[in-house]
């Protein structure tokens, strides 16, 4: 109602939200159950609202929002936060990855434009939606692991393979909203595994049904006494449902056990987006959108579920087409920017698993150039660390290995034997989006040396 909308509104006009850029060491050796542990911290921001807070206050559920975003080739993991869920959030992150560095940082999507056609930039997305229902999972990670060696080939390298290959003067963006809520969806999953071994489900009738079937039966009544047919009391009839769960082939029964095992865990709300930044003398949809589904093809899992892109994407058909393209871009580019969980298609239930799967910090063994990560442990240098033409006491301008004095060039070269030919040159430690997007008071943590300005795209907004 229009009321709601007003409550709403004004409720939404006092939630501040934030940006907090991610980091983890360069050693991390943690799998994705790190980030299956944190989604578990942020489900504490459930808020079970009463009617009177719903009505009167105007509240509703508050977001999060994870995302993977690539700025002419330069990666970096952003949660989006209301502010006052600050701690909750970095105490998660901490509680997982010690080492790792936090900084809040402005909106990246900020100095591109709302409104299209542009003079400088093109724009496509798109959301992702499930091909099944939402109580079907997608791939997970576990699927990836070896089952003997536990080795994980993580799917997360492919997409960053392919973030890392963004040029000077594109942006590519992935969001996952997450809206925390309660258990009631594992109802509906309930049916589902109902259905699939055979057994009757309840069908809840409402007042027309019970209405129709009252008159029905005088009706049927009334026309068996014209007949000279005697009232007879209704018949119960048995329950006829086939439990077809001794009867299932492996694979059935394999789909069954994953539907049962995704209700086993926490599940969040979501909404998936995807959108290609450029400008027109580099923007290249085809190459850049296609490289990305190919990426995300690796969690459709044939026995249970998909992701696919949604009706409501950048794209039209047959009639008014350009008209109709504009209206789509100038709607995807505001629900994207807004971080908005209404706009759209309708929201999915994707548990932590999943979620982990789809958002979760690179390990050690991938190599992916232009991918923030923190050089080292913050810790004090020891006071017997020997120095080598030094000219700052401050500065320390090499490295203790196993009580050896190793040049940064050669942990550099170290790093280099993983690439690919082609990915030779590529930097890997880099602060390109701190120093862009990092709020005056977390400054301090950048290394002014590194990402020179004169490589910096002219789109990206300056540091305050």
Known sequence: TEWIIYRQGKFAAKIKYIFLAIDVPKDNEQSPKAVEHLMTNLAGGHMPLSKWEEWWDGAFQLCFSLEIVSIDGYIQFIIRTPEHWRDM??????????EAEIMEVDDYTKDIPDKFPNTEYNFWASELALVKNEAFPIRS?????????????????ALLEIYSRIGMGE????????????????DAAQKVVSKLIGEKVAVKENILDKIISFFSSIFQDIINSLAGVEFSPPVVKKDDAVNKLLFMSPGARKTLELVEYKMSKLGFYCKIRVAYVGKLAVFNKATRVSNFFSAIKQYNALNANALKPSKFTTKALYFFVKRRVINKQNKLMQAYKSRSIWQGMSSYIL??????????????????????????????????????????????DHYMVSN?????EAIAE?????????????????????????????????????????????NLPIVK
């Open 404 to 408: 050896e004095v190793v040049e940064p």
């Open 89 to 98: 959030v970095e105490a998660a992150v901490y509680a997982q990855y010690p």
């Open 141 to 157: 990670y576990v699927e990836f692991e070896h089952s003997l060696t536990q080795e994980l080939k993580d799917p997360m390298a």
């Open 351 to 396: 548990n932590i698993e999943e979620l982990a799967t789809l958002y979760h910090f690179p390990a050690s063994i991938i190599k992916v150039p232009l991918l923030k990560k923190t050089e080292s442990k913050k810790a004090e240098p020891p006071s017997q660390l020997p120095f080598s033409g030094v000219e700052n006491e401050n500065q320390v």
């Open 414 to 458: 170290t790093d280099q034997q993983f690439l690919p030919d082609s990915l030779q040159n590529y930097q890997f430690d880099n602060k390109y989006f701190e120093n862009k997007f990092a709020k005056q008071n977390d400054q301090s943590i950048i290394n002014e040396k590194e990402a020179s300005p004169d490589h910096l795209p002219p």
């Open 171 to 186: 942006q590519m963006w992935f969001q996952i909203i997450v809206k925390p809520t309660d258990d009631k969806w594992k």
